[in-house]
């Protein structure tokens, strides 16, 4: 039987483990170094959010971080949007990474170890990844990439697609990629607003035992990208690649023959505020918005993520699950800052069966591990006890994100892999490639709770007049700028789409669409889309907590809620629920249902209506999409919600399209229950 409890003590750092962490060594470089004392987190954090110059400053020198150039100063300007980092510095992103490669015997330990659905263990050695990146490096420049040119990469969770953007980096060009199981009019959404000159992809892939075919996409692909140039073809042995047609003068190559080139690394040194790459939101209620961010403010993020609030080292093997298309895929291969291997994946997570995982992160050494949170529901709905399916002793990490992680799931980690394990949920976002809210090496774990506000992320809980709040839900702000917020949009020449997307609400201040709770003691619990919000009687809920309630019960796998309101009449709530095979709806299920969620919540928060459905729409990050069946129901044009193209399981829609049918005529003929 689960506990409900939120804030129950889960782990304690031992002394060895707190003192070994990165971010006590930091503490103690900064008495050495700076001259600057903290006896907790809570006075670091403190510190990193007030003195942003002396804290950034900090993380520059404590990892080395090596400029071409040296910056006049390290914040121009402390606005937000439009703040200047560390302006006239000039680095790569690429720079920062081989300067782990070694030499000698440590040129051969492991960069990159990867699996497959088809493919056993294998490693790529620094020197080997060196290689290949200075291959394909040269033969970019071959095909005439220079500095800001645009190269698109269609290709799955394997190391030629590290290899490609490692490439790209290196040119000053600028790296865009998705993954092949999204269709193509969400990748020609992305791709057609950037122009690339360039498109590395694989002819087809794997996924849950069964062969993709893309030729057919890639044809549709080189014709709706008038941009492209050139179009390097990485085989996953489909039979039909010859007959793929393209449009004349687009030049083909073979992803052989653009890595057989002897040639040395040569990188370009580019301004800090140089684009890096373009990712994309999640573009399943609209044209997705093109986010580019910097090579300076990526590295210096991500070198103070991985390393303080993941706790990475260069004896590490990290191995975050994730579809090239995530912003998790980049926040893996960041790993590779601090000479951490990285380990990939590709494939279905519960294919053969949920313990796939399980036994990669055993085959591969894993040390730290991390997914989206509905990856650990659903091992946790089906049973799985990871520690009786594989050597879990090297890991001593888990991390979660994508969505809440319930209190339930923490106590399941506890009990079924291993009872003293660090458990660090982060949250963060796309949109500045990185976190707001994550795990602490040298504090406690709290059931259903983050460890701690980010350094460097002054991140509060704001109630509709801009007032912080502790102990209560508000909106996520953050009222200090990062390194790695965005440039601006690809193609958003005024900032004004920029603007609207994070700075609306509360102006000079990012507002980032979440619901958020700091604890007493500084942690941080995440409450879902705070325009997803359950507004009950003029009591505001964040959807995950309901969820907590419903999918704590065996016979539900998944949930979905939505509170729809109407000018002048009451508002109705429909409760969705995926059921375990055999269980059926009835009548008792849902008295069940209804009287643990008056129990839990408040009645004002039983829904109208409790409806079995075959599944839960799903971004291709793992967001429940409660927002565009929320439009649906309130009579949006279902060609209007959501692209398909975009969600991880299009078909669940289905069901919602012919509801909604029902529905709205219900309502017409005022028959609807509201």
Known sequence: MTSLEEGKLMWTPSP?????????????????????????????????????????????????????????????????????????????????????????????????????????????????LEQQVASLAHALREMGITRGDRVAGYLPNIPATVVAFLATASLGAIWSGCAPDMGQVAVIDRFRQIEPKVLIAVDGYRYGGKAYDRAPVLADLATALPSLTDLVLVQAGNPGEGTIPLPPGLRRHAWQDVLAHRVPLAIEPVPFDHPLWIVYSSGTTGMPKPIVHGHGGIVIEQLKLMAFHNNLGPDDVFHWYSSSGWIMWNAQVAGLLLGTTIALYDGNPAWPDAGVLWRFVDAAGVTAFGAGAAFFTSCMKAGIEPARLADLSRLRALGSTGSPLPAEAYDWIYRHVRTDIWLAPMSGGTDFAGSFVAGCPILPVYSGEMQCRCLGAKVEAFDEAGHALTEEVGELVCTAPMPSMPLFLWGDADGKRYRDSYFDTYPGVWRHGDWIKITAHGGAIIYGRSDATINRHGIRMGTSELYRVVEDLPEVLDSMVVDLEYLGRDSYMPLFVVLREGAVLDDALRDIMRARIRSALSSRHVPNEILQVPGVPRTLSGKKMEVPVKKLLLGHAPDKIANRDAMANPETLDWYFAYAGHFLAARASESAPV
């Open 16 to 128: 060895a483990f707190r003192d070994d962490s990165s971010i006590a060594h930091f503490m103690r470089w900064l008495e050495s170094e700076r001259g600057l004392a903290f006896a907790d987190y809570a006075t670091l954090w403190q510190w990193s959010v007030t003195d942003l110059e002396g804290f950034w400053d900090a993380i520059r020198a404590y990892f080395d971080l090596r400029f071409d150039t040296p910056p006049s100063r390290v914040l121009g300007d402390a606005g937000m949007p439009g703040a200047r980092w560390f302006e006239g510095a000039s680095l790569n992103y690429v720079q920062q990474v081989f300067r782990h490669a070694g030499s000698g015997a440590a040129r051969q330990r492991a960069a990159i170890r990867y699996a497959g659905e088809s493919v056993e263990v294998t490693d790529l050695g620094w020197d080997a």
